[in-house]
């Protein structure tokens, strides 16, 4: 028997933007399972969302290991007998020079960012059609995939990588009635922002913060964004209201692609 609620799940949850997406699925009323290499994160962020009055549970997968993720797919449905909406988010990055990147650095890139959303595609995609269900599958690009970006250049061919999955699977899914879609953040105020910061800077040989503000005067609406932007356009594509939405990489920048 299928839950009365609609069931998210969404990888790399444990922290940053995909905890917030998390947050603001549950909020909208669904049932969420956390993904994180971290347990003890995935825990965290299970508990917040416990206090929400919404059912939760978290699990450990390595979406690099394909086994991993299906298996992932296949305790939601054991859990919650349905699978909704799939968030593509986990994600990793590397800064590194162009001419000094190896094989080593596009594989650790790759496995996650590209491999990673593959296969939550494919598992996602087949537990939709074995249950019928006209789900929503969503990738997490970055605008870095759409105009590049210095020292990250295997990063965002990882994410222009994720675009063109996005756009295949959505043509090979639609008849299904599966919708696939990418959000392509900027510069968000996470973590992982503040190590590329700190990164660059020492390449650049400039103070810590300067890198992020150079950045943050190339955003159009004047601010760095918060993984809270990303999650409330997650929420419109994991809503009813884009059913007639496929196929799109939309930035979510404060129009930092215009500069």
Known sequence: ??????VALITGSGRGIGRAIALRLAKDGFNIVINDRNQ????????????LGTKCISFPADVSRKEDVFRMVEET?????????MVANAGILKVKPLLEIEKSDLDDVFNVNVH???????????????????GKIITASSIAGKRG??????????????????HTAARELAPYGITVNAYCPGVVHTEMWDD???????LLNVSKGEVMKKRIDEILLG???QPEDVANFVSFLASEDSNYMTGQSIPIDGGIHLS
């Open 77 to 85: 449905i054991t859990q919650f007998g349905r699978l909704d909406v």
């Open 223 to 225: 601010r760095v964004e």
């Open 116 to 134: 990673g959303v593959l296969y939550s595609i494919q598992a996602a995609a087949q537990a939709m059609i074995d249950l019928k269900i006209k």
């Open 149 to 166: 970006s210095i020292y990250l250049a295997h990063y965002a061919a990882s994410k222009a990588a994720v675009i063109g999955l996005t």
């Open 196 to 202: 590329i910061d700190q990164s660059i800077g020492k």
């Open 40 to 51: 003890s994160r995935a825990n965290e962020v299970c508990e917040e969302i416990h206090q």
């Open 1 to 6: 028997m299928m839950s009365d609620n609609k």
